[in-house]
């Protein structure tokens, strides 16, 4: 994963033109059954207008003294996304306006945009900026706004059932790790993964796109059929660091990914950062939107918004996004799709409690605490009514789901369960 992401790390990437094309290409020679879609400028996506594209090819402030500053062949983030091209001489107390810096975080590039009013501005740090001297400065920006299209890009693996579980992740940040890259890095990772399983019950759907209008576009051709078919959906961003585990539920709260995400955190990691609705900020906006009612999740390491590097160039591969972090995502969220695939309503298929010990599945000897080792079996059974999931189950007995499949299978095979 960590190869991919410093792969994908140069890519000047925005909402639309050939960086987000490019990541999509580089994103799809990852995966197989992978497919393009778009959505042309000027078209109403939802509530949404596709704006144009944008593509920049150079950048940067040049000092009364003729040095170049502030220049995206050194750092992308050093002007504002989308904005307009600009080649004239300014005094430094006219450019000001123009520059955005971080007096609390003196030594980081912020990252900003404008994508749907046109403007220009440039970005730097603030110990930079506070070293500007009065005099007259250039500023240049070569780029271009021409009607184009917003692409986004979909993996789709076929499983025993149309029921569908969605992963939705975003690929328009430029120079940004954590809370860009590390996202479509993981998607890859647990498409393959589930590629490679000999069987999958539900079939699985990763979309990759701009964030919140690659959304809107999405659900603007495929609303009807998401609607009908996911059962569970999730976003997939900010999975990199090693620092905390963290929680963003659906705006219901309770629905199936509120409870499978909760229940996998709780018993695979412990403890978590729980967040409400009101600390949302991502995909899920527009997949729980009224109306959609998508219940989308969230299961992140420290949430956007609340680690100091986020959105600034602070937010790099090694500083922020670890190769075991990474791994640690990867890991907690094949557990959560292992969890979603044994999920099944049990039904018993003898009536009163089953005769165990005649099918050697209980211990001969009845002593205090026999019954202790095969706890697990005994409960599972005493609920296998047919209409209760076994993550319910679980819940009941405040137990991992997968501590129950090994009994689930034995039961199953003695003809005592039907799953």
Known sequence: MMALLQ????????????????????????????????????????????????????????????????????????????????????????????LHS????????????????????????ERQRQMLEPGRYRVHIAATH????????????????????????????????????????????????????ARRRHTYRFVFGPEMIGAAAVLAEHRRHLQSHVVAAFNLTCVGDERTWSFLPSRRG??????????????????????????RGSDESMY?????????????????GTYPEYHTSLDTPGRVVTARGLAQSLALHQTLVASLEADCMPQALVLGEPQLGRRGLYPPLSRKG????????????????GRTRLLDIAERCNRPIWAFLPDLEVLAAAGVLAT
């Open 7 to 98: 792969r994908l790390w140069p890519v000047h990437r925005s909402l639309m033109g050939p960086g987000i094309r490019e990541t999509l290409r580089m994103l799809g020679d990852e995966m197989a059954g992978f497919s393009l879609g778009s959505a042309a400028t000027g078209q109403l996506v939802l509530d949404w207008i596709v704006p144009d594209e944008w593509r920049l090819d150079s950048a940067y402030i040049e000092t009364p003294d003729g040095r170049r500053i502030c220049d995206v062949a050194d750092n992308m983030l050093h002007v504002v996304g989308y904005s307009t091209a600009i080649d004239a001489e300014l005094t430094l107390e006219d450019l000001q306006p123009r």
């Open 102 to 125: 971080l007096p609390d975080q003196p030594d980081a590039i912020p990252y900003v945009t404008s994508y749907y009013e046109r403007t220009w501005g440039f970005c730097l740090s």
């Open 146 to 197: 021409t009607a184009g299209r917003l692409d986004y890009g979909q993996c789709v693996l076929p499983g025993d059932t149309q029921e569908e579980i969605l992963f939705s992740t975003y690929c328009c940040h430029p120079a940004m790790a954590n809370n860009e890259l590390s996202g479509p890095v993981l998607a890859v990772a647990l498409a393959r993964w589930l590629s490679g399983l």
């Open 254 to 279: 309770d629905s199936y990914a509120d409870r499978m995400a909760r229940h996998v955190l709780g018993h695979a990691v412990g403890r978590f950062d729980a967040y409400g609705w009101h600390d």
């Open 288 to 304: 729980c939107a009224p109306g959609i009612d998508i219940p989308m999740v969230s299961i992140m390491r420290s949430k956007y």
């Open 370 to 385: 026999s019954s202790a080792p095969v706890r697990d079996r005994l409960d599972l059974i005493s609920h296998a009514d």
